[in-house]
Every structure is written in structure tokens, then in C-alpha cells.
């Protein structure tokens, strides 16, 4: 069984930064795609950010992209979402998930690529 959790979600004044951070547990982290996504109230969760088991390919949604940055450190089983330049749209609780597809290197920003799922981390931008 794949434990995800994540934090360092809170609450931050449009224009700020966080980081937050997704250990992993259960099995071999360095072999699975993981992703960050997001849902805001009343709205469905959607794709924020992805990264490949290899870290070889990384992708955004055109709403974050130039704000946030995603890596992954395999020898700490983590991955990490930089947040800069936060806007008050970006208030969602932000979730990080685990590909279903061991050594996957291709674009998955659908939420059925994706099969294990942390608790997820309020994340507050206030104006």
C-alpha cells in the first residue's frame, strides 16, 4: 500500500511563496511519474503540476506555469511543489498523487493516471 503525505500547505498574501512537500512510502518512489493537483471549493480537482520517475520531463497547466516549479528528490521519496507569485485563485486544497504506471515518461495530467493519493494541503491566498 502507497502512503502519500503531504504538507507545508497555509496561508500566504497574494504575491508570497510556498513549498510544499509530498513524501512518499509503499513502494519504489523512484520508478513512478508523481503529480500535483488541486481543488478549489464547489469546482472539480484539476492538474497543476507533473514530473516523470525520472525527473526527465516535467510539465504545468497554463495557469501556474511560470509561478510554480515541481522536483522530486528520489533519495528522500519527495516531491516538491515551489509556489511563487500566488494569486488568490490559487486558493485550493492541493493534493499529490502517484502515477499508475511504473517508468511512465509521457504528459498525465488526467486524474484516472493517477492511482494512490495523499490527504491533501489547504493552501490559502488572500488578497
Known amino acids: 500500500q502507497v502512503q502519500l503525505v503531504e504538507s507545508g500547505g497555509g496561508l500566504v498574501q497574494a504575491g508570497g511563496s510556498l513549498r510544499l512537500s509530498c513524501v512518499a512510502s509503499?513502494?519504489?518512489?523512484?520508478?513512478?511519474?508523481m503529480g500535483w493537483f488541486r481543488q478549489a471549493p464547489g469546482k472539480e480537482r484539476e492538474f497543476v503540476a507533473g514530473?516523470?520517475?525520472?525527473?526527465?520531463?516535467?510539465y504545468y497547466a497554463d495557469s501556474v506555469k511560470g509561478r510554480f516549479t515541481i522536483s522530486r528528490d528520489n533519495a528522500k521519496n519527495t516531491v516538491y511543489l515551489q509556489m511563487n507569485s500566488l494569486k488568490p485563485e490559487d486558493t485550493a486544497v492541493y493534493y499529490c498523487?502517484?502515477?499508475?504506471?511504473?517508468?511512465?515518461?509521457?504528459?498525465?495530467?488526467?486524474?484516472?493516471?493517477?492511482?494512490?493519493w495523499g490527504q491533501g494541503t489547504q493552501v490559502t491566498v488572500s488578497s
Open positions: 498523487a502517484a502515477h499508475k504506471i511504473p517508468m511512465y515518461s509521457g504528459r498525465s495530467d488526467y486524474v484516472y493516471d493517477y492511482n494512490y
Open positions: 514530473i516523470s520517475w525520472s525527473g526527465g520531463s516535467i
Open positions: 509503499g513502494r519504489t518512489f523512484s520508478s513512478y511519474g
